[in-house]
C-alpha cells in the first residue's frame, strides 16, 4: 500500500468511476483496476461495491475518512523533506557574541527568518572560547564571533571588523586631547573586560607594549555594561562603537590612534562541517553577505 494507490482510491470515490478517476489521473484504466485490487488485497478486505455505480462499502467508508487524513500528513511529510533538502526548513543552533548579538543578530534574524519563515533559529550569546567549545560538541551549528584559538578543529571566515573607540566621562581630563595614545591610558582607571575575552587579552598586549608602570584597572563581565559604568564616572573604556548609538548623556567619544584594538570577526563552525549544508548554509549565505557588506580590514 503507497501514497499513489490511496490517492486514485480517493479520486474514484470523489469523480464516482473508474474511468473517470483514470482520466482525472492520467492513468490507464487497467492501471486504476489493478491497483484498486492490490489494495483491497493488502487490507484483506472490500473498499468498493462494484455496479453500475460504485458505492463504498463499510469497510470502504472508514477507510476513506481514514485515509484522507494519511493522505494530508503525508503530503505534508514530503512537502517538509523537500524544504529540509533545499534547505528552506530546520532547526538550526547559532552561537554569537556581544556586541552583535545585541546590535546585529536581531534586525539580520528578522530579515532572514521573514524570507525563510520555516526555519526555526535558536541562539546561544557567549563568548569566543565557549562558543567554541560548544561547537567542538555538537551543541550549535555555527557562530559569529572573533577568531578562534589556533589548533582547534574549527574553520573561521573573517567578514567585518569590530571598531572599538575609547569612552570617557566629558569632564575628564583626556577628553580635551583629540589624539589619545596607548600611553596617555597609564594615569587612568581603565574598565576591562573578562580575563577568558579575546577583546581583553588583545586589549593587554597593546598595553604591555606600550611599557611603563602596570595599568589601574576595573574589571567589568559585560563589555555591554562598559559604556553604563563609564557613564557614572568610575573609569574610560575601549567600547565597541556599535554600541555608542548614542553614546550615554555625559560622555565623549575619542579615537586611540592606530586602531589598535579593533577585532576582526566572522563566522566560525565545525572544520568537518564546512561547507555547511541545508539550512545552515542559507543561514551562512545571509549572514555572509550581510556582515561583510560593512567589511573593513
Request: with cysteine; charged share 25%; aromatic share 8%.
Amino acid at each position: 500500500m503507497d501514497l499513489k494507490t490511496i490517492k486514485t482510491f480517493q479520486t474514484i470515490v470523489s469523480s464516482g468511476s473508474f474511468n473517470r478517476a483514470a482520466e482525472e489521473l492520467n492513468y490507464a484504466q487497467s492501471t486504476v483496476t489493478m491497483q484498486m485490487q492490490r489494495l483491497e488485497s493488502d487490507l484483506g478486505c472490500q473498499l468498493l461495491e462494484r455496479g453500475k455505480k460504485i458505492s463504498l462499502s463499510e469497510a470502504g467508508r472508514f477507510f476513506y475518512e481514514e485515509s484522507l487524513h494519511i493522505v494530508k500528513d503525508m503530503e505534508r511529510l514530503q512537502s517538509r523533506l523537500v524544504d529540509l533538502k533545499i534547505g528552506e526548513a530546520g532547526n538550526l543552533r547559532i552561537g554569537v557574541t556581544d556586541p552583535t548579538a545585541s546590535y546585529r543578530l536581531p534586525q539580520l534574524l528578522s530579515s532572514f527568518m521573514t524570507q525563510f519563515p520555516k526555519v526555526k533559529v535558536s541562539v546561544e550569546i557567549a563568548g569566543t572560547a565557549a562558543l567554541s567549545e560548544l561547537l567542538l560538541r555538537g551543541e550549535i551549528d555555527m557562530a559569529v564571533c572573533s577568531a578562534p584559538e589556533l589548533g582547534k578543529e574549527l574553520y573561521f571566515e573573517p567578514l567585518f571588523t569590530e571598531e572599538f573607540v575609547l569612552l570617557m566621562p566629558e569632564e575628564h581630563s583626556l577628553a580635551s586631547k583629540e589624539n589619545i595614545t596607548p600611553e596617555d591610558l597609564q594615569d587612568h582607571r581603565l574598565l576591562i573586560t573578562a580575563a577568558n575575552c579575546p577583546y581583553r587579552k588583545k586589549l593587554e598586549s597593546v598595553l604591555q607594549e606600550s611599557g611603563g608602570a602596570p595599568f589601574d584597572t576595573m574589571e567589568i563581565g559585560s563589555m555591554s555594561a562598559l559604556k553604563y559604568f563609564v557613564e557614572s564616572g568610575l573609569g574610560v573604556a575601549l567600547v565597541p562603537e556599535i554600541v555608542l548609538n548614542p553614546a550615554p548623556a555625559g560622555t565623549v567619544v575619542r579615537k586611540l590612534e592606530g586602531k589598535v584594538i579593533d577585532m576582526t570577526c566572522g563566522i566560525l563552525c565545525k572544520l568537518s562541517d564546512y561547507p555547511l549544508k541545508l539550512a545552515s548554509s542559507r543561514l551562512y549565505h545571509f549572514l555572509k553577505q550581510e556582515l561583510s557588506a560593512t567589511r573593513i580590514f
